[in-house]
């Protein structure tokens, strides 16, 4: 009896020492950031939040109880945004219900103010919204919210599209003018299958099922087959080889704290597996925009998650996180003991190796919306041992605006890696790297030299931005998407279809290096003058002729902003030719994180796209568009390894000479993760034309400013190589076939926000 009693004793006393014990612990650095999540979750969910519906409801809900019946227009008031903000939920029913008993008992002072016809409008947008909720999310096919709308994507509910298209006429014959009504209704016609018969003449916007002037073949969504339909709200993409077999992985994230950023692994025979949990990822909530780094030069490639943009005041300070790849499947957050922590809103960051010291550092593009919330631009030096030191006041890089994409290269080839900022604040900026402020110095100094380069002519909002070189001239040219608005996007749209408006906005503007230092602004010149209003975007060879392609997610957080997504094909270096429409990619639904990346080893290069938008209610299905090979045109993927300059080679540039029909070319790349919003894999891949044979592959590695050159390499294939080592060693990887999962099951957004609805 006294050996069981004293065993009692022992265990007890191991446990209780075991709890005190956990008690007593330090965090880690990672359980820390979970806490700051959970943190930052609760402090968001506030009414005052304007992309927080959800605690609006509850405000709403209770503001309602307390106004007496007499006070009927504080209760139409009341009701009509509590009809949005269930809209915005999700709930499009019960807001359509709301609205529909406003538009029947309008109050008679807010008639006299055309508030009414505010009600009737957002009652046609319910209507829709929900027509899209039946349709093209419930029943979701490929097909679906693809402009022109046609076969699978016409609705067979066609009671929300009936709805939309009864009100507008109804608006539209009291006022034609409406741009943005005018655009819905064709919209709303090509849903019920009836555009452009069934159109009154006086609204028909003409053309918007015209096949484009040049075409390619179209792109598949495969997506649903393959389990990779996620559907999210706004959110970042990734596409890189975190495993390093070889093949392409997936992670995307969403901007809702409510949401777990996701993992699939790419399992090289045709199928993709979801390692979101045992990778660790889907602790992590949050983070609009996403992007790959190796930041501790281990040849494994880390994540890098921004948090917390456009949200002004105390809702926009979030941490952003750095996610250490441990090399065995899993991920281990390491903000914290990284000295990477700070709290400002973000969605934008590049990284690169701007001290040229061989390894890589981050440049952080805030967000200062007023003079009292400030929140300056962060430049976080490598310390080479697994931690930062901010530098950016030092640096003279410390900017302060209204940041919406950042992109860094050596725009004037001076072996410097320069960076560019576009801003809602109406300026772009170009910060100039002078290099070390000292012999023994690691720090660097940049200028600004906008007004020198001739950026400051253009003083327009923009967003999506990145360095490329779309004319294969050896210089660096910038892209920076145009962002002005007065109206939802759909005015323009319908604007630019009629040829009413007498300036477009939202184009994406394309600035041409002039090899001295300056940039001419080209956009009109090159054809790119067209409606787009890029929030995510890239750039690939859709082709394989060598000239980089432009690809846009299009949107704003109104429901009203159902414009397409956009696809430009580069004809040469001449121009810029829309072929939205061929390729299938035209997608009304707001598009966020592009990757262009040869996901099933094919040599072209395929696009996956993060769809949804700012709520709850506008989670929409992600896209896999899978390249059906545009032509034959030869190609090569190079994968580098930096030795002196950092392992994954970001920022070192690739020069290929070639000879197409007994004609001399060169094409240039830089490693890079692609555009601001959306990120493609460190590999590169380069199409050749008609080129047999690589004369030259000449490398140009950042940071040790060593200049490699192999000579005579095959074509059609994937290569490694190694800084010092002048020959190319050959990947084998198989080309793969696509399967469709079984018994696959849309994955839905996390239940977080619906468990608070």
Known sequence: MMNIRLKIILLTTVGVGAIAMSFCRKPSSEEKMLQLLRESKATVSNPQNNFSPEAQLVYLDSCIKRVPATEEGELFKLNHFKA?????????????????????????????????????????????????????????????CILPIKNGGIHRDVSGSKGTVGIYKSLLS?????????????????????????????????????????????????APGLGLDVKNMAGGTIIEDFDNDGYLDLIMSSWDLGESMHYFRNNGNGSFEDKSAVSGLDRFTGGLHIMQTDFDNDGFKDVFVMRGAWLSNKFGEQPNSLLKNNGDGTFTDVTIDSGLLSFHPTQTATWNDFNNDGWVDVFIGNETSTEVNRHPCELYLNNKNGTFTESAKLAHAGVEAFVKGVTSGDYDNDGWNDIFLSTMSGKRIL??????????????????????????????????????????????????????????????????????????????????????????????????????FGMGGSYGDIDNDGFLDIFL?????????????????????????????????????????????DMDNDGDQDIYIEMGGAYFGDAYQNSFFLNPRQGDNNWVSIDLEGMTANKAAIGSRIKITIRENGVTRHIYRDVNSGGSFGSAPFKREIGLGKATQIDEIEIKWNGSDHIQKIHHVAVNQFIKVKEGINKVERVSLKKLSFKDKPHHAIPICAPVAKASI
């Open 174 to 222: 009291e006022q034609p003018d409406d741009l943005e009504a005018l655009w819905l209704v064709n919209v709303a016609y090509m849903t019920l299958g009836k555009y452009p018969g069934s159109v009154p003449k006086k609204m028909l916007i003409p053309n918007l099922d015209k096949a484009d002037e040049t075409s390619i073949t179209a792109f598949e969504d495969i």
């Open 553 to 597: 997610g299009t949107g704003n957080p109104s429901y009203k902003s159902l414009i397409p997504n956009k696809m430009f094909k580069n004809m040469g270096g001449k121009s810029f030719a829309d072929v939205t429409a061929s390729a299938k990619v035209g997608s009304l639904q707001k598009g966020h994180g592009v990757g262009f990346g």
């Open 84 to 144: 949005n903000v269930l809209v915005q939920l999700g709930r499009a029913k019960e807001g359509v219900s709301i609205l529909k008993k406003l538009v029947r008992d309008p109050n008679p002072i807010y008639e006299r103010f055309g508030i009414t016809r505010r009600v009737k409008d957002d009652l046609a947008v319910a209507y829709l919204r929900l027509g899209e909720q039946a349709n093209c999310i419930t029943n979701h096919s490929i097909d679906a």
């Open 431 to 532: 910060l100039k790297n002078k290099g070390l402020t000292g012999s023994k110095s690691a720090n660097v100094l940049f200028e600004d030299v906008s007004q020198k380069a001739g950026l400051n002519l253009d003083q327009n909002r923009s967003f999506t931005t990145w360095f490329f070189d779309y004319d294969n001239d050896g210089w660096l040219d910038i892209l920076c998407g145009d962002y002005t608005m007065e109206h939802n996007l759909g005015y323009y749209a319908a604007a630019e279809r009629l040829g009413t408006s007498p300036q477009f906005h939202g184009q994406p503007v394309l600035y041409k290096n002039n090899h001295d230092g300056t940039f001419s602004n080209v956009t009109k010149a090159l054809g790119l003058d067209k409606t787009a």
